[in-house]
C-alpha cells in the first residue's frame, strides 16, 4: 500500500535518512522504532510532506505522493505534541477537517458526535484542550486524525507524554480502533515494548538506515545485527569468533553455546546473545557455565531480575526467573544456557 | 492548631501585602504626584469659565462641552480618528508579514532583524520628521526619483498622505514587536496539523494563525494608534497649516488661544475615545 523507495534525506552533514526501503501493506499496524535522532521521524514527515527527500520515491497505492502538497495527501498525521488548537473546542478541534472537506454540516455533527463516541469523549465535546488532560488530548488527536477516514494513519510517539497506567490503556485503544477502522497504521516509536506490543511488523532505524524488518517475535528471537540485539529487549551480549555451528570462541570463556542464524566463516568476529530469561542460575558446584556472584536481585512481583557479576564480562549478566529470587546478593553462582536458546550473528565493520 | 495556622497564613498574607507595597510605593508616588493630580486639575477645569485674558475664572459651565459638539471642532476629532485609523490598518498590513518573516527566520538573523527594526528609534523624532520633509518636497527625493520613470512631480508634503506616511514610518516598529512576540510563540505544529487536515495556507492563516495572533494584533494596533491619534508633531510638521488634528488643536487651544478650560475639555475628549478602544481591546483580547 505504501512503498518507500530509496529515500534519502540529509541536513547539512547529517543523514537523517540514507536509502531507506519499505513497503507496508494494507490494514497494517506498522512500527518505526529507533533511538532518537535515527531518523524515523523525518521519514514520518516525509510520507506526510512537511518534509522533501533529497531521492527516492514515495507511493501510496501506487499513486506518488511526493508531488502532492501536504494539504493533498489521504494521510492523517497525529503529532506527538498532539498539536490540537488550543482556541477551539474538542468537537471544533475533531470538526476542522471535515468542515475542509466542506461536507454538509449535518454529516459533519455526525461523524464528530460518532468518533468521539468511539473515544470515550462524548462528555467533554464542549471543553478546550487546556481543559483536559493529557490521555483525553491525546485521544481527541487521535478522534481528529481518523474522523476524515484517512487511507493512512502515521502516530508520532503517540504515547510518549502519557504516564504509564494511561499508556497501558491507550496500548490496548489504539489496537482496538486500529480493528475496528481497518486503517493502516505507522507508529513512530523509540520505546521497544510499546512497537512489540502494537505492531505487526516493526522496522528498526539506526542512524538513517534500516537494520530489520520483521514480525515482533521474529526480531526478539532473531535478532539480525547486533544493534537490533542490543536494542530490541534485553539481551546479554558475549563477543568472541565464529566457532561452527554450537556458539563462538570466546577469549574468556572459552566455546559459548549458541545457534547462528547464517552461515559465518569461521574465524569471523561474531556475537553471541542471549535473552535474560533464557538462562539458567545454577549452584556453583554444577559441571557447565560461567561462575560468577549475584550483584543486585529487583523483584518485579511476576519476575525478578537477578544481575550476576562474571569475572571477564565487562556488564553484569541479567537472568530473569519466575517469581522470587531463590538467591540473595553476593551468593555463589553459575549461569549457563542451551545452544538453542542463543543466537550467533556476525559483526560487520 | 488548625487556628494557628491560619492566624499565621492571614499574618503571612497581610505581610506580603505590605511588602509588595513598600516595592510598589516609588511608582505609585510618581503615578499620582505626576499623573493623576495633574489629571484631576485638568479634569476640574472643563466645567469653568475662561478668563478674558487666559486663566481658568472658576464658574460653573457646560459652554466647552457645547463648543465640543461644534461640527468644526468634531470635524477635527473625526479627522484624526480617521488619520489615526488609516495608519494603523497600514502598520497591520506592513507589519504582519514583516514580523512573520522574523519569527521565521534562524535565531541568529532574528536577532539582526529586530535590531534593524528597532534602530530608527535611535535617532531623535524631530529629526526623522525633518528628514521625511527633504523626501516628500516639491523637489524632493521621491520627486527626483519618479521623474527618472517620467512620472509626476506629485504634491505629497503638506497633504494628509504625509501625515500618514510620517505617522507609520514612526510607529511601525511598535506594531511588528508585538505581532513578533504573538507569531513567535505560534506552535508551528499548528499549522501543519491544518496543513495535515487538508486546509490550504489560506484556510490555515484565517482558522489558525491569525486568532492565536490576535493579541499581537490587537496590542500592535492599540500601540500604533494611540500615539498617532494625540500626535502633533508629525501633523504641524508634514502636514501644514491644510490639516489639523486634534492633538494640534489641543496644543493651540493651551499655547495659542491661552484657552484651558476648552483645550482640556479636548483632551478629556481625547482620553475618553483612548479608554474606550483599551477596554474594548482588553475586553477582546480575554475573548481570544
Redesign the interface.
Known amino acids: 500500500m505504501l512503498r518507500i523507495d530509496g529515500v534519502s534525506r540529509r541536513f547539512g552533514d547529517v543523514i537523517a535518512l540514507d536509502d531507506v526501503s519499505l513497503e507496508i501493506g494494507q490494514g497494517e499496524f506498522f512500527a518505526l522504532l529507533g533511538p532518537s535522532g535515527c531518523g524515523k521521524t523525518t521519514l514520518l514527515r516525509i510520507v ?3 518534509e522533501t527527500p533529497d531521492a527516492g520515491k514515495v507511493t501510496l497505492d501506487g499513486e506518488d505522493l511526493l508531488s502532492r ?4 495527501r489521504p ?3 497525529m ?1 506527538q ?1 498532539y ?5 477551539m473546542t474538542v468537537a471544533k478541534n475533531v470538526a ?2 471535515l468542515e ?2 466542506r461536507l454538509p454540516r449535518q454529516e459533519i455533527k455526525q461523524r464528530v458526535g460518532e468518533v468521539l463516541e468511539t473515544v470515550g469523549l462524548s462528555a467533554h465535546a464542549g471543553r478546550k484542550p487546556a481543559q483536559l488532560s493529557g490521555g483525553q488530548r491525546q485521544r481527541v488527536a487521535l478522534a ?1 486524525s481518523i474522523v ?1 477516514r484517512p487511507r493512512l494513519l502515521l502516530l508520532d510517539e503517540p504515547l510518549s507524554a502519557l504516564d504509564k497506567k494511561v499508556r497501558a490503556d491507550m496500548q490496548l485503544e489504539l489496537k482496538r480502533l486500529q480493528n475496528e477502522v481497518g486503517i493502516t497504521f505507522v507508529v513512530v516509536t523509540h520505546d521497544q515494548e510499546e512497537a512489540m506490543s502494537l505492531a505487526d511488523r516493526i522496522a528498526v532505524f539506526d542512524s538513517g538506515k534500516v537494520r530489520q524488518v520483521d514480525e515482533p517475535i521474529s526480531l526478539y528471537e532473531r535478532p539480525s545485527s547486533p544493534f537490533v540485539a542490543d536494542f530490541v529487549g534485553a539481551n546479554n551480549l558475549f563477543t568472541g569468533t565464529a566457532g561452527g555451528l554450537d556458539g563462538i570462541r570466546s577469549e574468556q570463556f572459552g566455546m559459548l553455546p549458541g545457534t547462528p542464524l547464517s552461515e559465518l566463516t569461521a574465524g569471523a568476529q561474531a556475537l553471541l546473545a542471549v535473552r535474560p530469561e533464557k538462562i539458567e542460575l545454577a549452584d556453583e558446584n554444577a559441571t557447565r557455565g560461567l561462575a560468577g556472584s549475584v550483584l543486585d536481585v529487583s523483584f518485579y512481583g511476576g519476575v525478578s531480575h537477578v544481575s550476576v557479576d562474571v569475572p571477564g564480562h565487562a556488564k553484569p549478566v541479567l537472568v530473569a526467573v519466575q517469581g522470587a529470587a531463590a538467591v540473595r546478593p553476593g551468593a555463589k553462582v553459575k549461569v549457563r544456557w542451551e545452544a538453542r536458546d542463543a543466537v550467533v550473528m556476525a559483526v560487520d565493520q | 492548631m488548625k487556628s494557628e495556622v491560619k492566624a499565621r497564613s492571614v499574618a503571612r498574607s497581610r505581610g506580603r501585602r505590605l511588602g509588595a507595597f513598600v516595592f510598589l510605593s516609588p511608582g505609585l508616588a510618581y503615578l499620582v504626584v505626576f499623573m493623576l493630580v495633574p489629571l484631576a486639575l485638568l479634569l476640574s477645569t472643563t466645567v469653568f469659565r475662561r478668563g478674558r485674558f487666559g486663566g481658568v475664572v472658576y464658574e460653573f459651565t457646560t459652554e466647552n462641552f457645547e463648543r465640543l459638539l461644534d461640527p468644526l471642532y468634531l470635524g477635527v476629532v473625526v479627522d484624526s480618528l480617521k488619520i489615526a485609523t488609516l495608519t494603523t490598518l497600514i502598520a497591520l498590513l506592513i507589519g504582519y508579514p514583516t514580523a512573520y518573516v522574523i519569527a521565521r527566520l534562524p535565531r541568529k538573523w532574528k536577532t539582526v532583524a529586530l535590531v534593524a527594526i528597532v534602530l530608527p528609534f535611535w535617532t531623535n523624532f524631530l529629526i526623522r520628521a525633518y528628514a521625511w520633509i527633504m523626501l516628500l518636497s516639491g523637489p524632493g527625493l521621491v520627486n527626483s526619483a519618479l521623474k527618472v520613470f517620467g512620472l509626476g512631480p506629485i504634491e505629497v508634503l503638506y497633504t494628509q498622505g504625509a501625515i500618514v506616511t510620517g505617522l507609520l514610518y514612526s510607529y511601525l516598529p511598535l506594531m511588528v514587536l508585538p505581532l513578533y512576540a504573538a507569531i513567535d510563540r505560534l506552535d508551528p505544529q499548528l499549522t501543519e496539523a491544518s496543513a495535515n487536515l487538508g486546509a490550504s495556507g489560506f484556510t490555515t492563516f484565517r482558522k489558525v494563525t491569525l486568532p492565536l495572533t490576535m493579541p499581537g494584533v490587537l496590542t500592535g494596533s492599540l500601540f500604533v494608534f494611540v500615539p498617532s491619534f494625540g500626535n502633533f508633531v508629525i501633523p504641524e510638521m508634514l502636514g501644514g497649516s491644510k490639516s489639523i488634528m486634534v492633538g494640534n488643536l489641543i496644543r493651540d487651544q493651551f499655547l495659542k488661544a491661552r484657552d484651558w478650560p476648552f483645550g482640556s475639555t479636548l483632551a478629556l475628549a481625547l482620553i475618553v475615545v483612548l479608554v474606550v478602544l483599551l477596554v474594548a481591546q482588553s475586553w477582546v483580547a480575554r475573548r481570544a
Open positions: 506526510a510532506g512537511f502538497p501536504p494539504n493533498r494521510i492523517s498525521l503529532f505534541s498539536a490540537l488548537f488550543p482556541h476542522y477537517g475542509r472537506e481528529r476524515k
